[in-house]
């Protein structure tokens, strides 16, 4: 087993503990956290002497597309987008994700332990998003949750897309009508195949729908829907198709976020707000601000801070953070929403987020908090194992 000791310790647990001259000690899994003068000896094979130093969990960014969009290459690295066809619930980001693309390392060195990553927004129904680790060869061997998630995208994304392939949709309605013919689609068939499971005598099975099936999860509010929402009427569609089809759904990007901040308020619903630290590149980034960021938080709507990578690229996380207290939003909050929200946002706090005994030994020091600009990562642990 490892021991961090003499470290400042904040647990980003649900107490909000912290230990000024703490140890944790890990292997896979945290096995203790507390005080240096309440430590008990175990049978430690590495130490780490972090004195005067701060150790977190592991950054979580909740929303990216790490690994479907490579550095560095054009369309042989472009995986995020199967765009032959608006309507696609049965991709699924696992079976996209290149884990030796050079951002995965760039997420390590910045502390960056896990992501949720997956497709891009060119379909109002893209596939299935996945929880996964930044260490490792095969993805099959990084997983935490898959799928995690599914996304939707409305607004302006889809309708550029296909109106330049002229087929629909090329309006929000027609984005909205496809989502919804799809949900009514995979309704029925789920009553086709839970009828057939309960009665088989009397029911016939319904003919393999693999789009449907894809959408079982959501509809059994297994996994949310991740809805790409820029603009404040798109958001409000996300809201709206949630309570239609009573599913789960998280906002993604939410920039129109301040327009309905009473809205979102009310609704309490899982916002990933970014990315903000980018220019103002289409129609509906023309109100993106930092300011979003303490409005929201102080409202007390659950939010993550997410780069989107590659739009802000993934060592960039801290740094969103950074903007966003500089603009006001409480440094604590902002710090879980690199963490703790970020993880309960995407359904994987069992894991990760926070150091408690039994969840994942995925641990960072740094030389102040990242929060603050001058922050350094300086070690890096994921599932106990030393990758910084």
Same mark, same amino acid.
């Given at each position: ?6 470290a ?18 890990f292997?896979?899994k ?36 790490l690994?479907?969009?490579e ?6 690295g ?24 050079r ?12 992501v949720?990553?997956?497709?891009? !927004? +060119?379909?109002? &129904? #893209?596939?299935?998003f996945?929880?996964?680790? /930044?260490?490792?060869? $095969?993805? *099959?061997?990084?997983? @935490? ?13 889809p ?38 499971n ?6 016939e ?9 894809s ?20 958001i409000? !569609? +996300?809201?709206? &198709? #949630? ?6 759904? /998280?906002?993604?990007? $939410?920039? *129109?976020g301040?327009? @309905?901040?009473d809205i ?10 970014g ?48 903007m ?25 706090a ?6 408690? &005994? #039994? ?30």
């Amino acid at each position: 087993m490892k021991l961090i000791k003499n470290a400042h310790i904040l647990t980003m647990d649900k107490s909000r503990r912290e230990y000024e001259n703490g140890a944790v000690v890990f292997d896979e899994k945290i096995v203790y956290i507390g005080e240096m003068k309440d430590f008990s000896e175990y049978d430690i094979d590495e130490e780490i002497d972090a004195r005067g130093m701060f150790v977190i969990p592991g950054l979580i960014d909740a929303h990216c597309h790490l690994g479907m969009f490579e550095d560095s290459l054009g369309f042989e690295g472009d995986d995020g987008n199967e765009d032959s066809d608006p309507v696609m619930p049965q991709l699924r980001a696992i079976d996209g994700i290149n884990p030796f693309d050079r951002g995965f390392e760039e997420a390590r060195n910045a502390g960056v332990t896990s992501v949720v990553t997956g497709p891009g !927004s +060119a379909n109002p &129904i #893209g596939g299935q998003f996945a929880a996964i680790k /930044t260490a490792g060869v $095969c993805v *099959d061997d990084m997983i @935490i949750k898959a799928p995690a998630a599914m996304k939707f995208a409305l607004g302006e994304n889809p309708k550029a897309v296909y109106n330049e392939k002229e087929q629909a949709p090329v309006t929000r309605m027609g984005t909205m009508a496809l989502i919804r013919e799809t949900l009514i689609k995979a309704r029925r068939y789920k009553k086709q195949l839970d009828d057939y499971n309960a009665d088989s005598e009397n029911n016939e099975l319904p003919e393999y729908d693999i789009k449907s099936e894809s959408l079982i999860p959501v509809l059994n509010k297994e996994i949310p829907v991740k809805i790409h929402a820029h603009r404040a009427d798109d958001i409000c !569609s +996300a809201i709206r &198709i #949630g309570k239609e089809f009573d599913i789960n759904v /998280t906002i993604e990007h $939410c920039s *129109d976020g301040d327009r @309905i901040a009473d809205i979102l308020e009310r609704e309490k619903l899982p916002v990933m707000l970014g990315p903000t630290l980018s220019d103002r590149s289409k129609p509906e980034l023309q109100n993106l601000t930092f300011a979003t960021y303490k409005n929201l938080s102080d409202r007390g709507v659950p939010v993550a801070i997410i780069t989107d990578h590659p739009e802000i690229t993934i060592g960039n996380l801290p740094l969103c953070a950074v903007m966003a207290v500089k603009h006001g939003m409480d440094a604590y909050k902002a710090l879980e929403g690199i963490t703790i929200t970020a993880a309960k946002n995407c359904g994987i706090a069992d894991r990760v987020g926070s150091i408690e &005994i #039994g969840k994942d030994a995925d641990l960072c020091v740094f030389t102040k908090l990242p929060t603050e600009f001058d922050a350094e990562c300086t070690d890096v642990f994921i599932d106990g194992n030393k990758v910084k």
